[in-house]
């Protein structure tokens, strides 16, 4: 079964620190790139992050760049969204996604509504 499933989200402080995970069954990490995604209350799905799948180009959206760094472990299967200095407006569902057909963030990221594969989400709530 292909799927994604994502973990690590929770309440922190704002300044705080998260890390999240993202594993990969039924492809490996060299079919798709994988991205990032999150999905405030009322605001629309925003992609934040994306690692490629052949050779490890990662890309950050304004909103996170110099906070959050994505990496992936390929004997684990697994991508990992590191995220530091925390603030309430990074409160949202986080998701990670994939396409086999894309291997490249640009078309993960532009194409993010017709990916194939999305994890169920975690839950991020940064809050004093």
């Known amino acids: 079964q292909v799927q994604l499933v994502e973990s690590g989200g929770g309440l922190v402080q704002p300044g705080g620190s998260l890390r999240l995970s993202c594993v990969a069954s039924?492809?490996?990490?060299?079919?798709?790139?994988i991205g990032w995604f999150r999905q405030a209350p009322g605001k629309e799905r925003e992609g934040i992050s994306c690692?490629?799948?052949?050779?490890?180009?990662?890309w950050y959206a304004d909103s996170v760049k110099g906070r959050v760094t994505i990496s992936r472990d390929n004997a684990e299967n697994t991508v990992y969204l590191y995220m530091n200095n925390l603030k309430p407006e990074d409160t949202a569902v986080y998701y990670c996604?994939?396409?086999?057909?894309?291997?490249?963030?640009?078309?993960?990221?532009?194409?993010?509504?017709?990916?194939?594969?999305w994890g169920q989400g975690t839950l991020v709530t940064v809050s004093s």
């Open positions: 690692i490629s799948s052949r050779d490890g180009d990662t």
């Open positions: 039924g492809f490996t990490l060299d079919d798709g790139a």
């Open positions: 996604a994939t396409d086999l057909a894309f291997r490249s963030c640009s078309m993960v990221i532009t194409v993010q509504d017709h990916l194939e594969i």
